[in-house]
């Protein structure tokens, strides 16, 4: 009798979809009863555990810590230059975030910068030699070399917010478009017509989503954009500054702006001051995230707030997810690929 497959080969290994389903729960609350986190309960780990029994599931991290094969350590890599990291709240309440879900494994974070060739040259030497288990990825711009990088690595990543719809990667975003929306419908529904936007940068999906969402705005409510109504900028500060002069150069009627992020709301309010325009009076104002800058800004900022430590959180469970079941992600068809997506809200305060 021929014996096909090398003996135990041809046994299909169940998956970690397998036991979540088996189990009634989520991939990630498995990834957690797996890696040992104290965050379940005595019910769900005795169900998560009774479904691995019954499947005889055989995580690969365990194969690989038997192999002594495993390095406990996640990288967090940003893509950024040092300052902006530490000068944009984004940054910190992601980190917040992945920081408290990982606390409550055995994994140890690792923050890699990498904003520039040098950095990116060393990070890609570090990361072949396999000297973590998994990466994170926030602040990704669409012609980032890393996110393929890692793909031919085959090291399990994560990515916050995808470079494009048909990003390869695993991600966890915000709803842009949703959010962008409910922010100019707000503006809308206070009376004003001439509504501006400052873009983030554009090489961003999430930027794009969320051009995409001010345009919808407009239309569904029967304004045309207004192409001189919309200036490009780079999320910071004196970019929000540089575009709010641009556009009371080219239209000095606007009557409200909806800018990116809070940190370019902070800019264009400055700009606003300086010729002499009153908030909201004058010109209403939005931001984006609702970070403690939205908040400790004369007058306080209404803002679409994105779950950001959350997001961060939500990270890290699908990351946990990739490592024990150690299938690459890029390799997966679309249908197999893991995108969550967290709604927004609009928080309104005295700015609009």
């Avoid at 890393?146 to 990543?157: K, S, T, V, Y």
């Avoid at 707000?186 to 554009?202: P, Q, V």
């Amino acid at each position: 009798m021929a014996v096909k497959g090398g003996g135990s080969r041809g046994v299909r290994r169940p998956t970690l979809e397998e036991v979540a389903a088996r189990a009634g729960v989520g991939r990630g609350t498995v990834s957690r009863v797996i890696n040992g986190s104290p965050r379940v309960s005595d019910t769900t780990r005795a169900a998560v555990e009774a479904a691995v029994a019954e499947l005889g599931y055989v995580p690969n991290t365990a194969a690989r810590a038997l192999a002594a094969n495993r390095t406990d350590a996640i990288a967090l890599v940003v893509p950024e230059p040092e300052t902006r990291f530490f000068a944009e709240p984004y940054f910190s309440d992601m980190l917040r975030g992945v920081g408290a879900e990982i606390s409550d494994t055995e994994m140890q974070l690792l923050l890699i910068f990498a904003g520039s060739d040098r950095e990116r040259q060393r990070l890609a030497q570090y990361l072949a030699a396999h000297r973590v288990d998994g990466v994170l990825l926030v602040s990704v711009h669409a012609d980032d070399p890393l996110p393929d990088m890692l793909g031919q690595l085959e090291i399990p990543a994560v990515i916050s917010g995808p470079r494009s719809a048909r990003e390869p990667l695993a991600s966890v975003d915000s709803d842009n478009y949703g959010g962008a929306r409910s922010a100019v419908e707000h503006l809308l529904s206070r009376g004003r017509g001439r509504i501006a936007h400052i873009t983030g940068r554009l090489d961003v999906y999430g930027a794009q989503r969320r051009v995409d969402g001010y345009r919808a705005a407009l239309r569904d409510a029967g304004h045309a954009a207004d192409e001189q109504l919309i200036e490009v900028g780079d999320f910071s500060e004196e970019g929000g500054h540089r575009a709010m002069v641009e556009l009371l150069r080219r239209r000095p009627d606007v009557d409200a702006v909806f800018a990116a992020s809070d940190v370019t709301a902070a800019g264009a309010r400055r700009a606003l001051r300086e010729a002499g325009r009153r908030i909201p009076d004058d010109v209403a104002l939005v931001g984006y995230d609702d970070s403690a800058i939205a908040r400790h800004m004369e007058p306080p900022l209404t803002s679409v707030r994105q779950p950001i430590e959350e997001m961060g959180r939500a990270m890290i469970d699908l990351l946990l997810s990739e490592i024990a079941d150690r299938r690459p992600t890029a390799s997966r068809g679309p249908e197999q690929r893991h995108r969550t997506v967290l709604a927004t809200q609009l928080v309104e305060r005295a700015s609009s």
